[in-house]
């Protein structure tokens, strides 16, 4: 089974819309092996975003993603990684096929719903930022 990371952005867990976004990666076929419901402080988001530092957005994501409780999840399939950018969609919401996350839940680029770990990145790195080994299910 691979695992994967998902988080459900500020905008959306203040919509509350937490409950429809974990139902439908369970209708997917994805087992949550760990969830977590807290504030990322703007030190942990630099850190976790890293990759962007000195981009033109940068400043406004950490803003962003920091402003109010996130949802982090790790969760595993089959070819996770790659299932569950499907199913978020485009990073443009406008762009997002209908139905994918991103399409329903997003506003704009900035406010795009969700972050999915791409599959260019390293997985296994963004999953174990929020969890830790004894806190994921096997």
Do not use: W
């Amino acid at each position: 089974m691979e695992k994967t990371l998902l988080i459900i952005k500020p905008d959306v867990v203040a919509r509350y819309k937490t409950g429809e976004i974990l139902a439908r990666l369970e209708k997917e076929g994805f087992t949550i092996l760990g969830l977590k419901h807290l504030v990322l402080s703007p030190q942990a988001a630099e850190l976790f975003y890293h990759m962007h530092e000195g981009k033109e957005f940068f400043e406004e994501l950490i803003d962003f993603i920091t402003y109010g409780p996130i949802i982090v999840c790790c969760l595993g399939r089959e070819n996770a990684v790659r299932y569950l950018r499907e199913i978020v969609g485009d990073t443009d919401p406008s762009k997002a096929k209908p139905g994918t996350l991103r399409a329903i839940y997003g506003t704009d680029t900035r406010h795009n719903g969700v972050h999915a770990t791409s599959p260019d990145e390293n997985p296994l790195r963004e999953v174990h930022f929020f969890f830790s080994t004894h806190e994921l299910l096997s």
